[in-house]
């Protein structure tokens, strides 16, 4: 059984950082594709960023974050991260992580075959 467990989520001051977590089991993590997606009240899910599971790690941004959040992942651990550096209030959402089984760095929801249950957060002005 394939679970995916996102933690570091909470409320932050915008420009402070923030790290979430998203812990893996039941899958082999290096062999796949990791994304991160949010979704806010009333608007669809989004795409935030991806990374290969190549020891390059391509990684893939939205603009809307692009410069500002950084991916990365450690495969020993089974984990992805993602950095939220100058994070601002329109970034708060519930931001979910996801496994792919696709190589490259997909971008759109049904390109991701496992997810997590999501990790609330909110940026306050």
């Known amino acids: 059984q394939v679970q995916l467990v996102e933690s570091g989520g909470g409320l932050v001051q915008a420009g402070a950082s923030l790290r979430l977590s998203c812990t893996a089991s039941?899958?082999?993590?290096?062999?796949?594709?990791m994304g991160w997606f949010r979704q806010a009240p009333g608007k669809e899910r989004e795409f935030v960023a991806s990374?290969?599971?190549?020891?390059?790690?391509?990684?893939n941004y939205a603009d809307s974050v692009k410069g500002r959040f950084t991916i990365s992942r450690d495969n020993a651990k089974n984990t992805v991260y993602l950095q939220m550096g100058s994070p601002k209030p329109e970034d708060t959402a519930v931001y979910y992580c996801?496994?792919?089984?696709?190589?490259?760095?997909?971008?759109?929801?049904?390109?991701?075959?496992?997810w997590g249950q999501g990790t609330q957060v909110t940026v306050s002005s």
């Open positions: 990374i290969t599971w190549s020891g390059g790690g391509w990684t």
């Open positions: 039941g899958l082999t993590f290096s062999r796949h594709t």
């Open positions: 996801a496994a792919s089984k696709k190589f490259g760095v997909p971008q759109r929801p049904n390109e991701y075959n496992y």
